[in-house]
């Protein structure tokens, strides 16, 4: 089944002799339960390509589908509201909620979208990522490891069709980011949870099951 | 150390940062020159009142010079002038005095003055000129036109009879006829009124002067002008010195007359700020560098911790601590130029504008706005403190910062020492508010405290002006429309003890011949010398606060004495039955006062300002009989042997050690049986502090004293009348009779009014510029609060917050501060307000404290209303950016 879907994904920033085509036409779709990895070097459209399809930017032209809706279709409104039970987001600098706790920040999406959270379900994340002792404690007082984990806790809880990992390993050691990668590994396989993940760095793209090349606003490889 | 040239790396580094934060700038320029408004027009408001003192008691010391050099003949006055200490001289020829009726009550001057001297005199013609020489000119003021009969027209004719020689036993009438050349306003704030004649003129007439050494006709006075009033005496000492003169000690050779102008000295200065006055203007000053120091402190605090990465850097590269403290401290005094100059220029109209109000309830005839640059160079000095006292802490922050940490460091990271939250529900938008506000305590702590500040002030200006409370003001006048009486009667120290201060028959029928009059009645006060006989624990009683024990054993013996009662002064109305239907009966009956032949008295007891009656004022119970001794004739005796000193003149060169005394020999003992003990209100009795005092009847009063001078006349109008009345009587004593004046129930309510509108006005300014800071500091908190998370508000956009959701925290955020405020504001109410209502009716007698929390209340929608339209116009601009960019944003 096909949860990530672009056609002609086209985005330009500036206009005239500035011009600049980040996306130039990009074409792919993600499977359900894939671990996707986008690999490209710095300004190849990357990061471009991940806000499209999270729905945070909107393309100049094509069209992005995530659980089969067209999200330029939708109003801002709507997208937020969208993306917040479609879409969850893994960032490079964690991104938490400082004056939250730990189980707040998870927790913070699918209270956002006036749910009531699964219990079990938390249960699970928090029990998979290693996050019981933790609950309580302040972001600030994590180290970077155990605060990406909370924020793959977070983009998981609202049981999205999608997880967006923009370079979730960028701030950290290399131990550290194998321990990321085993997580966000381990999860995909647990939780059938599909993810694409962004990164520059080959040796992390390894990990996932398939790898997306882009260059220059092109997807230059598949395999 | 070894001192570096780094000055100017320094400065342009403090400079190019300052440029990155505009919005700090814009909100500590407009902090910066609020907290001068306050300062300027603090200061415009008390230098305008110390001048206003300052000319009024030139003008009672009848010039502003410094210092006078007197009894002069014209060639020392030309020798005196050559000193090179003076900057300034005016010589004036004294000639004589007119004190025949119509002068009689005015202290008018013939003198010829140097044209450079009559401004100083107050006596710049504002029409016309000075007399011109070879002519028969003259000028002078209104109020002697006007005793003359003659009107204010330049090229008038007015004759005027005069006494030259006028302290001697030779005194000369002489008369003449002059043309008036010009006039000037009479100031009745003016002790002496002038006229001036030419000098040919002038010595013409004091030519025909006796010649007497003692005459002041013909006398010449330098009047000196020094560089400045700091030390008037000295100066004036050492011009004399340089001529071998002194004018310290009468007894020696070289003794010469001076005069120092006493409006200048400093004990007139610091009488005119009691300390009270002084507690006031310092608890004011305090205030104020606290508001200042709140906001000012707040936006270098914010703008310091956003800023703490770029001053990590700097460290990291090599600035030192006192480096980074001065280019904090260099933007902190640039901004105070900027600020400053428009807080002097802002605070000194609204001073201008408050300095009258204020001066309508201070006695001052003349109101000066003083415009002396020291009011500026004073309020500059205290912004500047107020400005450096408050960055002072951010500039240690930023001083201290370690370049490791500063990368790392976040708001709120302060507030990490306890690391965990244990709400259990997890997060709801309130809650976030809520823990977004208490990231930076100190912040919010201050933010609500000059909320808070503005809103108690304000309901301390409420409370106060609620408070004033017209009964109890009026509750010690009596309740009657109109008192007419002498104009010094009605000063502060009022005065009431001879026969030119009563009120004439003619004043009486002028008055009576206005229509409406219901009820009226005279009071006579005491001009002849009355005696009572008390026992001697009263006498001890009453004059133990004044007296030293020796004084009052000597009083006690020197008393003249009748059995076993000693004599003693006693003061006595004599009321017709108006002004006695206005006094409070204690006990007893005042019906026997209005029958003479009933030889009945009233006994008077005081009031507090709370109107309680203090039974220790009088001695007199229902019943009594009361003796009062009416003195005709005195003399003088010597102590030892009792015998009589037929020429009372040898006292006045007597310097041997014989005691004498007075005592009276020619008199009349009476005695009055007391029918009633009662109160009389202040406004209708003698308005000083005198002797027990009693009450007759008016006729038993003229009768015995053989006096019938009249104190105060005091009458009722019916209520349509009462406009006209006071119009007849304002205009009657200001051109008529000017020596007379009167009170109304009008100008009491007017009085009362102007005293509270007085508290109201500078209150509500006070609280508004408050406010106005407490706003701004407001602003501040929230435009940075979402500034400096842009970034995060962005990351929760992109994990599900919706713009409204996002919206909503901001203005709870933003309630919370001005919530959080007004509670403070109302705890404070609650718990202060009744101690303040006691302390503030204990002060002003005439202040009932009423509870009211509605400043609270009615500030409610307007905060209501701030806290969350700020929080959404500036999430506006920073919503223009979309969420990429702003999650782009880099954390430097």
């Known amino acids: 089944m096909t949860v990530l879907e672009t056609k002609d994904l086209r985005k330009t920033y500036g206009a005239g002799e500035t011009e600049v085509h980040a996306l130039a036409g990009v074409n792919m779709s993600v499977q359900k339960g894939e671990f996707v990895a986008v690999v490209g070097t710095s300004g190849s459209g990357k990061s471009t390509l991940l806000h499209m399809l999270g729905g945070l930017d909107r393309p100049t032209s094509g069209s992005v589908s995530v659980d089969g809706r067209e999200l330029g279709s939708m109003a801002d409104e709507e997208l937020t509201i969208f993306r917040r039970r479609k879409i969850g987001f893994v960032f490079q600098n964690y991104n938490l909620v400082p004056v939250l706790s730990v189980y707040e920040n998870i927790l913070l999406p699918i209270q956002l979208d006036g749910r009531e959270p699964d219990g079990e379900y938390i249960g699970q994340i928090i029990d998979t990522l290693g996050l019981e002792g933790k609950l309580k404690n302040l972001p600030n007082n994590l180290s970077g490891g155990q605060q990406q984990r909370v924020a793959i806790a977070r983009a998981l809880a609202a049981k999205p069709a999608i997880i967006l990992a923009d370079e979730p390993t960028g701030n950290l050691d290399s131990r550290t980011s194998q321990d990321v990668m085993g997580l966000l590994k381990v999860t995909s396989a647990r939780f059938g949870q599909t993810i694409v993940m962004i990164t520059h760095n080959e040796e992390i793209a390894q990990m996932a099951n398939r790898i997306i090349r882009i260059e220059d606003g092109l997807i230059v490889e598949r395999r | ?892």
Not at chain 2, 117 to 133: D, I, N, V, W
Not at chain 2, 525 to 532: D, I, K, L, R
Not at chain 2, 649 to 678: F, H, M, N, P
């Open chain 2, 1 to 892: 150390m070894v001192k570096v040239s780094n000055g100017r790396c320094v400065r342009r580094l403090g400079l190019r940062s300052m440029g990155a934060a505009r919005t700090r700038n814009i909100i500590a320029v407009l902090a910066i020159a609020l907290t001068a408004v306050l300062f300027t027009s603090l200061f415009t408001i008390a230098a305008s009142i110390n001048y206003s003192f300052q000319q009024q008691n030139f003008r009672q010391a009848g010039g502003d010079f410094h210092g006078t050099i007197k009894e002069l003949t014209w060639e020392q006055v030309e020798q005196f002038r050559t000193d090179p200490l003076i900057k300034e001289d005016f010589a004036r020829m004294f000639v004589g005095m007119p004190t025949d009726p119509p002068f009689n009550k005015s202290h008018v001057e013939v003198s010829y003055m140097e044209p450079d001297a009559a401004p100083h005199y107050f006596c710049a013609p504002e029409e016309g000129t000075l007399p011109r020489e070879g002519t028969n000119e003259a000028a002078t003021d209104t109020h002697v036109l006007a005793l003359l009969g003659v009107e204010p027209k330049v090229g008038a004719e007015f004759t005027l009879s005069f006494y030259i020689d006028e302290n001697t036993k030779d005194r000369q009438l002489v008369t003449r006829t002059y043309t008036l050349s010009g006039w000037w306003s009479y100031d009745s704030a003016v002790v002496a009124n002038h006229v001036l004649l030419p000098r040919s003129e002038a010595e013409e007439l004091c030519a025909l002067g006796s010649g007497d050494p003692y005459s002041m006709t013909g006398v010449w006075t330098l009047d000196l002008m020094f560089k400045n009033s700091l030390s008037i005496r000295d100066d004036v000492n050492a011009v004399l010195a340089n001529h071998g003169l002194q004018g310290e000690d009468p007894s020696a050779e070289n003794y010469h007359r001076i005069g120092v102008n006493w409006g200048y000295s400093g004990v007139q200065l610091s009488n005119s700020f009691d300390t009270g006055t002084l507690l006031a203007i310092a608890v004011v000053l305090l205030l104020i560098i606290f508001t200042g120091y709140l906001i000012i402190y707040n936006v270098f605090q914010i703008s310091v911790s956003n800023d703490i990465r770029f001053y990590g850097l700097l460290k990291t590269i090599g600035t030192t601590p006192r480096q980074l403290k001065r280019i904090i401290r260099q933007q902190a005094l640039l901004l105070s130029l900027i600020g400053i100059p428009i807080g002097l220029v802002l605070g000194f109209f609204i001073g201008n504008k408050l300095t009258p109000v204020v001066m309508s309830q201070l006695s001052y005839k003349n109101v000066f706005v003083s415009f002396n640059p020291w009011i500026f160079i004073g309020a500059a000095l205290f912004a500047l403190v107020t400005v450096l006292i408050s960055c002072a802490k951010p500039a240690r922050v930023a001083a201290r910062v370690s370049p490791v940490e500063a990368v790392r460091y976040a708001e709120g990271a302060a507030g990490g020492k306890r690391g965990e939250r244990t709400a259990k529900k997890g997060a709801s938008l309130p809650a976030m508010a809520w823990a977004n506000l208490g990231r930076s305590r100190g912040k919010t702590a201050v933010t609500v405290i000059s909320l808070t500040l503005a809103v108690v002030l304000l309901t301390v200006t409420y409370t106060f002006s609620l408070g004033f409370d017209m009964n109890k003001y009026l509750q010690n006048k009596a309740d009657v429309d109109f008192i007419a009486g002498s104009a010094s009667y009605f000063q502060t120290s009022g005065m009431f003890g001879s026969e030119d201060d009563a009120v004439s028959e003619q004043i009486i029928s002028d008055i009576d011949a206005r229509s409406g009059i219901t009820e009226s009645g005279r009071i006579y006060g005491q001009t002849s010398s009355m005696q009572q006989f008390i026992t001697e624990d009263w006498l001890r009683h009453s004059w133990e606060g004044w007296s030293t024990p020796e004084v009052l054993d000597m009083m006690v013996d020197n008393a003249e004495k009748v059995g076993n009662l000693l004599a003693d002064r006693v003061t006595v109305y004599g009321m017709e039955d108006f002004p006695l239907s206005l006094l409070n009966v204690l006990e007893g009956d005042l019906e026997p006062l209005k029958d003479p032949s009933k030889n009945a008295i009233a006994a008077v007891y005081f009031t507090d300002d709370y109107n309680s009656t203090e039974w220790g004022t009088n001695y007199a119970k229902l019943g009594d009989t009361v003796t009062i001794r009416y003195v005709d004739e005195t003399e003088y005796f010597w102590r030892d042997t009792g015998e009589v000193i037929d020429d009372p003149g040898i006292l006045d060169s007597y310097s041997g050690s014989r005691e004498w005394g007075t005592r009276s020999k020619v008199y009349e003992d009476k005695q009055y049986t007391v029918c009633a003990l009662v109160n009389i209100p202040n406004s209708i009795s003698y308005r000083f502090w005198g002797a027990d005092q009693f009450i007759m009847g008016a006729e038993q009063f003229v009768q015995d004293s053989g006096t019938s001078s009249v104190m105060t006349y005091v009458f009722n109008t019916t209520d349509e009348s009462e406009d006209a009345m006071e119009e007849f009587l304002s205009e009657y004593t200001d051109s008529v009779q000017p020596m007379y004046d009167y009170e109304s129930r009008k100008i009491y309510e007017a009085e009362f009014e102007g005293f509270r509108g007085m508290f109201m006005t500078m209150g509500g300014a006070l609280s508004l510029i408050i406010g106005l800071v407490g706003v701004l500091n407001f602003i501040n908190a929230v435009l940075t609060g979402i500034l400096t998370r842009r970034r995060e508000l962005a990351v929760l956009q992109s994990i599900g917050m919706t713009g409204g959701q996002l919206k909503k925290m901001l203005i709870f955020e933003g309630l919370y501060y001005t919530l959080l405020s007004l509670a403070a504001a109302l705890v404070l109410a609650l718990c202060a307000g009744p101690l303040m209502g006691h302390a503030l009716g204990s002060v002003f007698w005439f202040f009932t404290y009423r509870f009211t929390v509605l400043p609270i209340i009615v500030t409610l929608p307007v905060f209501l209303l701030l806290g969350a339209a700020v929080p959404l116009l500036v999430y506006r601009s920073v919503a223009r950016h979309t969420i990429v960019e702003r999650l782009r944003e880099t954390d430097a």
